[in-house]
């Protein structure tokens, strides 16, 4: 169970900064796009990544558009209690469809 990259090196590969395609994520507005009492940031979804380092590529639903961001903030904890609530619920269908056993 080791990637080729770990065969040939022999060390373990650092995957912390691989994030969930499809979770939120809060790209800043810069002072020049925004007015006085406006939102810094606007809730968006992660679709990829880029072959430069600390870029991703975010989806934008108000104009239907992917861009390159890299100045983006992850939203883990939400992203947590919905993975969460998820498998609770895959498992919940699960107990349906296994037949129970009747007791005489």
């Known amino acids: 169970m080791k990637t080729t990259e770990?065969?040939?090196?022999?060390?373990r590969l650092d995957v912390i900064h691989f994030k969930i395609f499809g979770w939120l994520v809060y790209c800043h507005v810069t002072k020049d796009a925004r007015k006085k009492l406006e939102l810094r940031a606007e809730l968006r979804?992660?679709?990829?990544?880029?072959?430069?380092p600390q870029n991703y590529?975010?989806?934008?639903?108000t104009s239907q558009r992917t861009l390159?961001?890299?100045?983006?903030?992850?939203?883990?904890l939400k992203a947590m209690w919905v993975s969460l609530e998820r498998e609770l619920k895959m498992q919940a269908e699960e107990e349906l469809l296994v037949p129970k056993k009747?007791?005489?």
């Open 57 to 61: 590529q975010v989806y934008f639903p």
């Open 6 to 11: 770990e065969d040939f090196s022999g060390k």
């Open 45 to 52: 979804i992660l679709v990829g990544y880029t072959d430069t």
């Open 102 to 104: 009747e007791e005489p």
């Open 68 to 76: 390159v961001r890299r100045d983006i903030k992850f939203d883990e």
